[in-house]
């Protein structure tokens, strides 16, 4: 299994400008997440999808849009990316069946907004 | 609803010596609790987690927790530690019957030098 993988690993990017990264999972996991990791912030949750279909807003939803036409994929989509978009970029899945179990993260995408 | 708390956002330590990361949590029900470790330029990838029974909890490179009800805690402690071991540590909850995200703390920096 390759587990979470995401593309691209760095990015660059200019005010304005609109971009999709990339998460998949090969573990046939119902839940998947999109956080951001800033320094002194810790993660803070993006979105989140809990099947097909379905997705729903984290901490800081704004300027970030997702979809989730299959179990294996979750892209997230800047629309209009700002300077205060720059950030490191994880993605996460996990089974479903019960809260404990744990997450698997992909290795992140860094981004930066000029 | 779930929040938790690492107290110290970095602790620096000599190798060798013995280190304990602290976090508490605030809930008010059952709680499954985990500690991750991301290495430099790295994802997240769990280190161990507590989810009933036996209060300690043993966990990968010689790393282990221990649950404290009472003082709603779950604190990570190795006995003495390695250059290898400089990384961030994130601790996260999750409620039994909660949401389907866990929270997950600021994350604490530990540097081990020589």
């Known amino acids: 299994n390759a587990g979470v993988t995401q593309t691209p690993k760095f990015q660059v990017l200019k005010t304005g400008q609109s971009m999709t990264l990339q998460c998949a999972q090969d573990?046939?996991?119902?839940?998947m997440s999109w956080y951001r990791q800033d320094p002194g912030m810790g993660l803070r949750l993006i979105h989140y999808s809990v099947g097909a279909g379905i997705t729903d807003q984290g901490e800081v939803p704004n300027g970030y849009n997702v979809s989730r036409s299959t179990t294996e994929d979750f892209p997230l989509r800047l629309l209009s990316a700002a300077p205060s978009q720059t950030s490191v970029y994880f993605c996460a899945s996990r089974s479903s069946g019960g809260q404990y179990n744990e997450q698997f993260f992909g290795p992140g995408t860094r981004l930066t907004v000029l | 609803a779930q929040s938790v708390t690492q107290l110290d956002s970095q602790v620096p330590v000599f190798e060798e010596a013995p280190v304990e990361l602290r976090c508490n949590y605030s809930?008010?029900?059952?709680?499954?609790l985990f500690w991750y470790v991301q290495y430099p330029n790295q994802g997240l990838q769990l280190l161990l987690k507590?989810?009933?029974?036996?209060?300690l909890v043993k966990g990968i490179n010689g790393f282990e927790a221990e649950f404290n009800k009472s003082q709603t805690s779950f604190h990570l402690r190795k006995p003495s530690v390695h250059i290898s071991d400089t990384a961030e540590y994130f601790c996260a909850v999750s409620e039994a019957g909660g949401s389907y995200i866990p929270t997950f703390g600021r994350g604490t920096s530990l540097i081990v030098h020589p």
């Open positions: 507590y989810l009933s029974g036996s209060t």
């Open positions: 809930s008010s029900v059952s709680v499954y």
């Open positions: 573990m046939n996991h119902e839940y």
